[in-house]
């Protein structure tokens, strides 16, 4: 799937308002009301379920063992082709890499010890599955659909209010099948002085970039040089002109056009349901990449 910056639909949505935006500074105002225009968008995009949202991805059941993670008694890890628990309470144990050693107080699993259980936000992962956007009878597999059109879906999977169970005898890991929850961007600028945390977004004009925090970022340095801890945002093509025409909406004024741009949007939107979703679409669809 085709990505661009989210930098492009203000740049372009400011352009079509009559201004330049590579000889001014983009007004505060502008920037909030792109952004809430852009993400209220994605909102209603996401409502409709468009086959061009979903994604296939592998998860595992539990997070990969770090040694700086503050691990707790009873708590399970993936590391080195299996599943680990902790099993003492002492404090730091967690950061003693799992292995077979008969002092190492972690325990290899058997997987029918494992509750094999796919949680829609892991947060882990970069992507929070949808709830309304599972399908329990085509969510699993043991190989890629996307390769493997052959592939079966597990059968027997079932919905909680956390996530999807996996039925007992349950893989290592699976691929999933899922639409994930709506994209959100800024384009709030990134300062040194704020302190981030997991969930947040920020812009940086030097980059044209929207980046979502994934971890705890450390203050002061720039999204862009602490990958660890930001992910930029990307917008699929798919979506870019009726993205833009709807950001423009909200910073132009009747003078320049601001109705006329507001039926377009709209028009735009038609447009795509028509082709997506009035004849089911799959054939476009293209899994893997941000809404």
């Known amino acids: 799937m085709r990505t661009v910056k989210a930098g492009v639909v203000l740049e372009n949505a400011v352009r079509m308002a009559g201004f330049e935006p590579a000889t001014m500074a983009v007004p505060v105002r502008w920037r909030m009301l792109a952004a809430m225009a852009v993400n209220n968008a994605f909102q209603k995009i996401a409502a409709e379920k468009f086959p061009q949202m979903k994604r296939v991805e592998f998860r595992r059941y539990r997070p990969t063992w770090?040694?700086?993670?503050?691990?707790?008694?009873?708590?399970?890890?993936?590391?080195?082709?299996?599943?680990w628990r902790l099993e003492t309470a002492k404090t730091?144990?967690?950061?003693?890499?799992?292995?077979?050693?008969?002092?190492?107080?972690?325990?290899?699993?058997?997987?029918?010890?494992?509750?094999?259980?796919?949680?829609y936000d892991q947060p882990w992962e970069g992507a929070v599955i949808e709830p309304g956007g599972v399908d329990v009878q085509e969510f699993a597999y043991t190989d890629d659909p996307k390769y493997c059109p052959d592939a079966a879906?597990?059968?027997?999977?079932?919905?909680?209010?956390?996530?999807?169970?996996?039925?007992?005898?349950?893989?290592?890991?699976?691929?999933?099948?899922?639409?994930?929850?709506?994209?959100?961007?800024?384009?709030?600028?990134?300062?040194?002085?704020?302190?981030?945390?997991?969930?947040?977004?920020?812009?940086?004009?030097?980059?044209?970039?929207?980046?979502?925090a994934t971890g705890e970022p450390k203050k002061g340095i720039q999204p862009?040089?602490?990958?660890?801890?930001?992910?930029?945002?990307?917008?699929?093509?798919?979506?870019?002109?009726?993205?833009?025409?709807?950001?423009?909406?909200?910073?132009?004024?009747?003078?320049?056009?601001?109705?006329?741009?507001?039926?377009?949007?709209?028009?735009?939107?038609?447009?795509?349901?028509?082709?997506?979703?009035?004849?089911?679409?799959?054939?476009d669809a293209n899994m893997g990449g941000y809404c």
């Open 66 to 83: 770090q040694p700086d993670v503050g691990w707790r008694e009873r708590q399970e890890c993936w590391w080195n082709g299996a599943y």
């Open 92 to 119: 730091g144990a967690g950061a003693t890499e799992p292995s077979a050693a008969e002092s190492c107080p972690w325990r290899m699993l058997k997987m029918d010890e494992v509750s094999a259980f796919i949680e």
């Open 153 to 212: 879906p597990i059968k027997g999977c079932r919905a909680s209010e956390l996530g999807i169970v996996i039925p007992s005898p349950a893989p290592e890991g699976v691929w999933v099948r899922f639409i994930p929850q709506p994209t959100e961007i800024s384009f709030t600028e990134w300062t040194e002085e704020d302190e981030y945390q997991a969930g947040d977004v920020v812009y940086l004009t030097s980059r044209k970039e929207s980046y979502v």
């Open 224 to 283: 862009a040089a602490d990958a660890e801890s930001w992910m930029p945002v990307r917008i699929s093509t798919t979506w870019l002109k009726y993205l833009t025409l709807v950001a423009a909406t909200e910073i132009m004024t009747a003078e320049q056009g601001r109705y006329q741009t507001e039926a377009a949007a709209n028009g735009e939107f038609d447009r795509l349901c028509e082709r997506y979703l009035a004849y089911g679409g799959e054939n």
